[in-house]
């Protein structure tokens, strides 16, 4: 039997992400011992129900002990203070990462608490469902997503190498970018859409006029799609905005400009207008379709796909 990728692996946190990778390593052997740590007792509890890890603690510290490599999987706004924590039991050598989906706040928090000759690189895989917890998790979640890396200036390339290793050995494709630039490019394809949806929930949520009942009887009509965001986790999406905010800020703005010509369009009848926007913004759709980060089937292959909450 091959040699596991790392000997030890701590996952603290296991929410969707952390319990889709530990059924990912468990699967493809890629550490002799899964370390979870979890701050909820409740949480870890359920986690050792399901067989997620080899050891199990409330205290991150306890994981990370002697960790070949360390994935931070929480909120972006809890960072600094996992990075803190863990730090004196973090060994030299390691790999010390996270699967946020702001890069530059992370590194601003974690980067100080980094010990010498620990190898810090951030990355973030891009998948996720609205769903959380460690129920939540399945090990074919990141098959075909980008994982990406931003590494600090001065990174070991050795180890940006192994990291890259161990996310293509769960499915992910990798890329490297800026964490600035990251942050940026998240802000539009993924922080944007959900604030926007979230808002047109509450929206729909607050209306006089329309019953409950009938937002909810109704929604295939297209409402139904934006609830799936909108129903992502609370916390994480809190922190996501007020630790990207410059970026969504801007893409908030660009959007308020582009929702205003609209706007101009349908009340003074410009069809062609209306048209071209329309036509092009259904090649988005094409491209996705054609990068493989979607299926070409109706009802966005809720009811076909293997795996319908990878939707």
């Known amino acids: 039997m091959a040699r596991p990728l790392f000997d030890r692996i701590a996952l603290v946190g296991i929410g969707l992400i952390g319990s889709s990778l530990a059924r990912v390593i468990r699967r493809e052997g890629l550490a002799g011992h899964i370390a979870i740590a979890t701050r909820s007792a409740d949480t870890l509890r359920r986690a050792e129900e399901l067989g997620l890890g080899d050891s199990y603690s409330t205290d991150a510290r306890d994981a990370a002990s002697g960790a070949d490599l360390v994935i931070v999987s929480v909120p972006v706004g809890s960072s600094g203070a996992v990075a803190a924590e863990i730090a004196p039991a973090l060994k030299p050598g390691a790999i010390l990462t996270d699967v946020g989906s702001t890069k530059a706040s992370v590194i601003a928090q ?19 469902t609205e769903r959380s917890g460690p129920d939540a998790g399945f090990p074919d ?4 997503r980008w994982c990406i890396l931003t590494p600090v200036p001065g990174t070991d390339e050795a180890a940006i190498a192994r990291l890259a290793d161990f996310w293509q050995r769960c499915g992910s494709r990798i890329d490297t970018m800026d964490p600035a630039h990251h942050d940026m490019v998240l802000a539009i394809v993924s922080h944007l859409p959900h604030i ?28 139904r799609d934006f609830t799936r965001l909108a129903a992502s986790d609370p916390t ?34 410009d069809g062609d207008k209306l048209f071209e926007m329309f036509t092009r913004t259904r090649a988005v759709r094409k491209s ?21 909450e990878k939707g």
């Open 110 to 128: 974690m980067q100080p608490h980094v010990p010498a000759g620990v190898h810090f690189i951030p990355g973030h895989p891009i998948a996720g």
């Open 141 to 144: 979640l990141f098959e075909g």
């Open 196 to 223: 926007i949806a979230y808002n047109i929930v509450g929206t729909a949520d607050d209306l006089e006029a329309v019953t409950k009942s009938e937002v909810i009887k109704y929604s295939a009509s297209g409402f």
């Open 236 to 269: 994480m999406w809190r922190d996501v905005c007020l630790h990207n905010k410059d970026a969504i800020l801007e893409m908030l703005a660009r959007f308020s400009e582009d929702l205003s010509s609209l706007q101009r369009a349908i009340r003074w009848g």
């Open 288 to 308: 996705i379709i054609e990068a493989g980060q979607e299926i070409d089937a109706p009802d966005f292959g809720r009811h076909i796909a293997a795996h319908p």
